[in-house]
């Protein structure tokens, strides 16, 4: 998989940065995230990827970090803990031990910085201490506050006794997760492609949404409200837990500049936005072009593109170019292709080139075919 970094003249015009974003690198990237991970101030990437070698007899990369030198040139970071994990995990990024820095949770792997800040290297941490049996096992990992105590947790499925379950870990601030009673939340036996952490009800602790649903068959997504401590109790979530869909995408953020948090949904070959009436019960809402596709839509990021205060929606379908929806202010978008997007899976925004708009990072699991990884720099009038 070719992978490069293209810049942008500020007419929308491309060329590609030679060296940039690991050049010749080859394989199958199955996720990216965005951090600091050599505490220098600017945000950097790390990519799960299958080398070739093991699917197509080419060679290839495996797990690789890129580091960023502030003006959106990559260079890969040399780290062999991380290039030799299994590369099919989500990759989660958390301050798992309270130092300020961020680390990257690999299941069943936890890499630290080593020496913050200017680290040149990350430290391989044994992550045994988590009271987990088959950690590596887990999908669809988040990290967020669950019990209110300052540090972040852990929430992602595993399949447990023949069936699949969702499962909480709290965090004691040192980065040794336990097990613990979510309530509900591990009663769940549905397929969980993601677990998304928001305030539904504005009360100040994390409550989680959960979209489920596999390729072949539909699930009802579920909304489960947090009490503050970590325990959940799945709560009906208006028009929102109705459909019984396929979720691939969920995004949670504020559509309509009311001050509450809303959910954008794509599944197979639908998309939908519902808002919240602040009290954590969704209705369906018109909102443009988003909801008009008939594309299976596998990721939905919420940013603001275009600098002018709301979030907008980028999205990328299956086999076809992204897609980025302009918000009004109100929720209702407008469909936009103002950059030549590449086709891609996983999208990761951040401001890489540190002018202070956001630009994307696009992978594309598959990326043999034809379609590179690149990183797209955002000219601040939504030319990529």
């Not at 209705?283 to 600098?307: E, H, K, M, Y």
């Not at 109100?330 to 990761?348: C, E, R």
Request: one cysteine or more; proline letters at 4%.
């Amino acid at each position: 998989q070719n992978e490069e970094i293209f810049l942008n003249d500020g007419t929308g015009t491309f060329t590609a940065a030679p060296g940039a974003f690991a050049t010749s690198t080859r394989g199958w990237t199955y996720d990216l995230v965005a951090a600091d991970l050599d505490g220098d101030g600017d945000i950097d990437l790390a990519a799960t990827n299958e080398p070739l070698a093991e699917v197509n007899n080419e060679d290839g990369t495996h797990n690789t970090i890129y580091l960023n030198d502030g003006s959106g040139h990559f260079s890969v970071m040399p780290s062999a803990a991380f290039a030799e994990a299994d590369y099919r995990p989500k990759l989660v990024t958390l301050d798992a031990n309270g130092d300020g820095t961020d680390d990257i949770l690999l299941p069943p792997l936890l890499l630290s910085q080593a020496n913050s800040p200017a680290c040149t290297a990350l430290a391989y941490a044994g992550f045994d201490r988590v009271n987990a049996g088959s950690f590596n096992s887990f999908k669809a990992l988040t990290a967020f506050d669950a019990d209110g105590d300052g540090d972040e947790d852990l929430a992602g499925r595993k399949w447990l006794s023949g069936r699949y379950r969702n499962q909480l870990y709290l965090n004691d601030g040192t980065g040794a997760f336990s097990l613990v009673d979510a309530g509900q939340l591990d009663d769940n036996d549905s397929y969980t492609t993601v677990i998304v952490p928001l305030d539904a009800d504005r009360d100040g602790d994390v409550d989680l949404v959960i979209g489920n649903g596999t390729w072949e068959y539909g699930s009802h997504d579920e909304l489960y409200l947090n009490d503050g401590n970590g325990v959940y109790t799945l709560t009906d979530a208006g028009d929102f837990d109705d459909p019984a869909e396929r979720t691939f995408a969920l995004v949670a953020f504020d559509a309509d500049n009311d001050g509450d948090t809303d959910l954008a949904v794509s599944g197979g070959g639908s998309e939908a936005l519902y808002l919240n009436d602040g009290h954590a019960w969704f209705t369906p809402a018109p909102s443009g072009d988003f909801g008009s596709s008939s594309l299976t839509i596998v990721d939905l990021v919420a940013f603001d593109a275009n600098g002018d205060g709301d979030d907008d929606l980028l999205a990328a379908p299956w086999y076809s170019s992204a897609v980025l929806h302009l918000n009004d202010g109100q929720g209702v978008f407008t469909a936009t292709t103002p950059g030549d997007y590449l086709y891609a899976d996983t999208l990761t925004p951040l401001d890489a080139d540190g002018d202070g708009d956001m630009d994307f990072a696009a992978a594309r699991e598959g990326g043999y075919g034809g379609y590179p990884n690149a990183i797209y720099l955002n000219n601040g009038r939504v030319a990529f």
